[in-house]
């Protein structure tokens, strides 16, 4: 049990719809992350959190709106999606304190745009 | 250019048997992080051992270890006495800058490994 949630687990919605993924680490931690798992691909980070400020954007479409009200939750919301953003969305958590910092994922929410 | 490489898509081990997963990075940086997650079907990213740049000794974590080789730029995971349970995908990630005093930073991972066990 690694003490990050994220919910749902499971996510199918249309190109027009507007949803919301939610992550919550129960660590302590100062900083969180989003990343996306595409078939075949590596994973690649879309934005960073630290002490509740984005600190990294790696040039995501706006489609994709990260928000961070406390050093627990992340929310990413989804607007007018397209089929190639279906993947696997993971969300870390560390505690920055510069050194060898090591990240605990949550499960992941699976999205199939259709 | 990719910064980490991971040239076994897929391996085949007995079980019991040692295995070595290889990892190769690229980074210019003297100041990094070098990680490994294990990936079950679940999709989970489960933490199994880091390595810092500047750490004299290869890390070990349980039946983990990690054969860190700086002047080649590899940091390949060891297993040993393999168990059906080690079935998954396997990531190598680095971070960049790891000692520049702190704030957050992404992981780079690499394509993975997905090793098999059979008994």
């Known amino acids: 049990e690694t003490g990050v949630t994220q919910t749902p687990r499971h996510l199918v919605m249309g190109m027009t719809n507007k949803k919301s993924l939610k992550c919550e680490q129960h660590l302590g931690h100062n900083a969180m992350y989003w990343y996306k798992q595409s078939a075949k691909k590596p994973l690649e980070l879309m934005f960073v959190y630290s002490l509740e400020e984005r600190v990294e954007n790696n040039s995501v479409p706006s489609r994709f709106s990260p928000e961070c009200p406390n050093s627990s939750h992340l929310f990413l919301h989804l607007h007018t999606l397209q089929p190639e953003d279906s993947a696997l969305y993971l969300c870390a958590s560390s505690q920055d304190r510069g050194g060898v910092v090591e990240q605990y994922f949550g499960p992941g929410t699976r999205l199939t745009v259709t | ?119």
């Not at chain 2, 897929?10 to 990680?35: I, N, R």
């Not at chain 2, 390595?51 to 054969?67: C, K, P, W």
Request: proline residues 3%.
């Open chain 2, 1 to 119: 250019a990719q910064k980490i490489t991971q040239t076994q898509p897929g391996m085949f081990v007995q079980e019991k048997e040692a295995v070595t997963l290889d990892c190769t990075y690229d980074t210019s940086d003297p100041s990094y992080g070098l990680f490994w997650y294990k990936q079950p079907s679940s999709g989970e990213m489960i933490f199994l051992i880091y390595q810092g740049s500047y750490d004299q000794q290869n890390a070990t974590e349980g039946r983990y270890s990690l054969n860190f080789q700086k002047a080649r730029k590899s940091a390949n995971l060891v297993i040993s006495a393999s168990q059906l349970g080690d079935s998954a995908m396997y990531f190598c990630a680095m971070r960049e800058g790891m000692y520049s005093g702190g704030g957050a930073d992404g992981l780079t991972f690499g394509k993975g490994t997905h090793l098999i066990i059979q008994p």
